[in-house]
C-alpha cells in the first residue's frame, strides 16, 4: 500500500475575509480522503500568527489560540518541512513536525491569494495548490487584471483607478473623473479584495464619497467601474496547461448587488445552475473564461465571474478569483459538481493538478554555465 501523503492545510489570514476562509476550510478540510492524506492544519490569526497543533480551526473559530503552538515554513528548501514554534527562557525553537508533499492555501484576500504565500511555498520548494506567483498577483489587483484582459482582446466594463492618497487629498477630483467616466449608478471596489468586502454601488454623488472612503480602508487601490443592468453568470475552471470550464451557474442576489452580506450572512440568494442562457452564450463564457485563465498564467484552479447586459446583451468579464470561495453555499465547487465532478473528487484532482505543476517547476534549469 502507498504511503500517505502529508498534506498542509492553510487557512484564515491577515485579511478581511479571515472569516470566510475559516468557512471555507471547514467545507474542504470535511471533503479530503483521510486514508489518502496526513493532513495537518496551519491557521493564521487576522494579526497574522501562524498557529499549529489539535483543533486548529476550531480554536481560530473561538478566536482563542492560547494553547497553541506557533508553526513555521522556512523559505530554504535544504530544512524543507513543518516546524512547531515554541518560546522558552533562552528564546524560540524551532521543531520539526512533518515534511510537506504538497500545500493546500484555503486563503481568500491579502497575504493568502495575492502571491505572497505563493513566493514563501517557491522558496521553499514545496508543491501547493493554485496559482503561482505571477497569476495569483495579476488576478488579486483588479485593475491590474483589466490590463491584462485589454492586451488580449476580452470584455470588461469601463472603470477609472484611484489611489488613496488621491481619495484623501483630492476627493473632488477623483469624484469629477469618475462622473465622467458614466452616470450613476457606479461601482467603488478595493482593487485588492474578494468576497465584496469594502464593494459600493453608488446611486449619487454622497454615495460615491462613502463609498471611496470606505474602499480605502481595504486598499491603497480603488477601482471606480460603471454600472450595468446585468445578469451574473459565473463559471469555474481547473487545469494547468489545459484548463477545462464548467457549467455556467448564476447568481440571483437577494439585494442591489452581490454584497458580503448577501453572500454570507443573510442566506437568501439563488444559485442557479446551470444558469439560462443560450448554448452559444454558454460556450463564449466558457471561452472568455480559459483565455483570462490562461493569459493571467493561472493553475489548479480559479473562479471567473461575468455580466451579461440586460440591454445589449454583451458579455463582460469582471474578475477571476484564484483562491475562490469553498463555503457550503459556494459556486466553485458547485458548478463542477454539476459538470460531474464531485466535491471530494475536485479537492483529490486540485491537491493532483499541485503536485503536477511543482513536477513542471522541477524540470526547470536554474544554473548556467559550461557543463550545466
Known amino acids: 500500500m502507498a504511503s500517505k501523503i502529508d498534506l498542509v492545510v492553510i487557512f484564515g489570514g491577515r485579511s478581511g475575509e479571515h472569516a470566510v476562509s475559516l468557512r471555507s476550510a471547514r467545507s474542504v478540510l470535511s471533503v479530503i480522503d483521510t486514508t489518502r492524506y496526513n493532513i495537518h492544519q496551519v491557521g493564521i490569526t487576522s494579526s497574522g500568527r501562524w498557529v499549529t497543533g489539535a483543533n486548529v480551526l476550531e480554536a481560530l473559530e473561538q478566536n482563542d489560540i492560547s494553547h497553541l503552538p506557533g508553526a513555521a515554513i522556512l523559505g530554504d528548501p535544504s530544512r524543507p518541512g513543518l516546524f512547531q514554534v515554541t518560546s522558552s527562557p533562552d528564546g524560540e525553537k524551532l521543531t520539526w513536525i512533518t515534511k510537506m508533499d504538497v500545500v493546500f492555501p484555503v486563503l481568500h484576500g491579502t497575504y493568502g491569494e495575492d502571491g505572497t504565500l505563493q513566493g514563501l511555498l517557491e522558496m521553499a520548494d514545496v508543491a501547493y495548490v493554485g496559482a503561482g506567483v505571477l497569476g495569483s498577483s495579476a488576478a488579486m489587483d483588479k485593475a ?50 474578494g468576497s465584496s468586502v469594502g464593494v459600493s454601488k453608488c446611486r449619487n454623488r454622497s454615495d460615491l464619497q462613502e463609498g471611496l472612503i470606505d474602499a480605502a480602508r481595504y486598499d491603497r487601490r480603488i477601482l471606480i467601474e460603471m454600472g450595468v443592468n446585468a445578469r451574473e453568470i459565473e463559471v469555474s475552471v481547473l487545469g494547468n496547461d489545459r484548463p477545462q470550464a464548467s457549467v455556467p451557474g448564476e447568481i440571483n442576489p437577494n439585494a442591489d448587488f452581490y454584497s458580503y452580506a448577501a453572500k454570507y450572512l443573510d442566506d437568501k440568494s439563488d444559485l442557479l445552475i446551470p444558469a439560462a442562457i443560450s448554448s452559444d452564450q454558454t460556450a463564449r463564457i466558457q471561452q472568455l473564461a480559459i483565455k483570462a485563465y490562461q493569459a493571467a498564467d493561472c493553475a489548479g484552479m480559479a473562479r471567473a465571474d461575468f455580466f451579461l447586459d440586460n440591454d445589449t446583451g454583451e458579455i463582460y468579464l469582471n474578475e477571476i478569483n484564484t483562491i475562490p470561495g469553498f463555503t457550503s453555499i459556494s459556486m466553485y465547487p458547485k458548478l463542477w459538481e454539476a459538470s460531474g465532478l464531485t466535491y471530494p473528487r475536485l479537492v483529490d484532482r486540485l491537491i493532483e493538478l499541485g503536485m503536477d505543476r511543482k513536477a513542471e517547476r522541477d524540470r526547470t534549469v536554474r544554473t548556467y554555465g559550461r557543463g550545466s
Open 144 to 193: 491590474l487584471f483589466k490590463d491584462v484582459l485589454r492586451a488580449n482582446g476580452i470584455p470588461m466594463v469601463p472603470y477609472i483607478l484611484a489611489t488613496r492618497v488621491e481619495v484623501e487629498n483630492d476627493l473632488p477630483a477623483i469624484i469629477k473623473a469618475a462622473e465622467k467616466l458614466s452616470r450613476y449608478p457606479l461601482f467603488v471596489k478595493p482593487a485588492n479584495m
